[in-house]
Nanobody
């Protein structure tokens, strides 16, 4: 069974940091691009970042550039999203998603490009 599981969310004060993890089971992440998305209450799903299967390419939404960093450890079958300098507007459920590099040549921040999704982890930024 192919599965992605996110963890690391929580409640943090503005300016704080969190590190989200996305662990794959049932398949090897080496061949997959990973996207991070978030959805705030009443809003659509927003692309946050993506990382290519090799880790050589990363992309970020303008709203999180210079604050968030995505990385991967293929030996651990895990992708990370480091969230720094958090703002209240970063509050959302964060999801990771995977798509095979055989299906898509590059990583994108378009949710329709991904076919495996985790269940999400809640990030709340509040004082």
């Amino acid at each position: 069974q192919l599965q992605l599981v996110e963890s690391g969310g929580g409640l943090v004060q503005p300016g704080g940091s969190l590190r989200l993890s996305c662990v794959a089971s049932g398949f090897t992440l080496d061949y997959y691009h990973i996207g991070w998305f978030r959805q705030a209450p009443g809003k659509g799903r927003e692309g946050v970042s993506c990382i290519s299967s090799s880790g050589g390419t990363t992309n970020y939404a303008d709203s999180v550039k210079d604050r968030f960093t995505t990385s991967r450890d293929n030996a651990k079958n895990t992708v990370y999203l480091q969230l720094n300098s958090l703002k209240p507007e970063d509050t959302a459920v964060y999801y990771c998603a995977a798509v095979s590099r055989r299906v898509q040549a590059i990583c994108l921040m378009t949710f329709r490009a991904y076919n495996f999704w985790g269940q999400g982890t809640q990030v709340t930024v509040s004082s």
